[in-house]
């Protein structure tokens, strides 16, 4: 069968085609780092909120589970926030993010298993929706901060 010579529009679509789906490949690469940036800009702000006019103090390596236990637990990303009292505060910061959830969601909790009876940096974490029991990420607790009213 002798070949069919193409058209200059078909030759145009050949390259168009593959250039469009390029180019969105790109715009939604750049979107999804946008929305990255907007997740990272906010929990940063409601960090910044959480320790407003806190100093802090010498980094601890462990907490007693009595500490844990009574305090209540917020996440923002990487860094787990352990409220003891009004003016005192702890804060441990992870090496990967604990969960991609909700910025300080009060609906996720904390489930820890300790070999040593207390929560020690390295320890693991896991994040768990507590209506539903759903594991919403998996993390290991850093070095834990107090933080002090002024």
Known sequence: MPAVPSSPLAHLFRLAVPAGLA???LGAAAS????????????RAAIDKEFRGLVPGKAQNCLSP???RSASSRIYGSTIVYQVTSGLKYRSDTRVSCTSSRPGADWDTLVTST?????CSGDPVQVVDRFTGV??????????????RK
Do not use: E, H, I, K
């Open 23 to 25: 180019m969105l490949a």
């Open 32 to 43: 999804a780092r946008t929305q990255d940036d907007d997740r990272d800009a906010v929990q």
């Open 66 to 68: 009595s500490v844990t």
């Open 115 to 119: 070999p040593t009876g207390q929560n």
């Open 135 to 148: 594991l919403r990420g998996v993390c290991a607790f850093g070095p834990f901060v107090p933080y002090r």
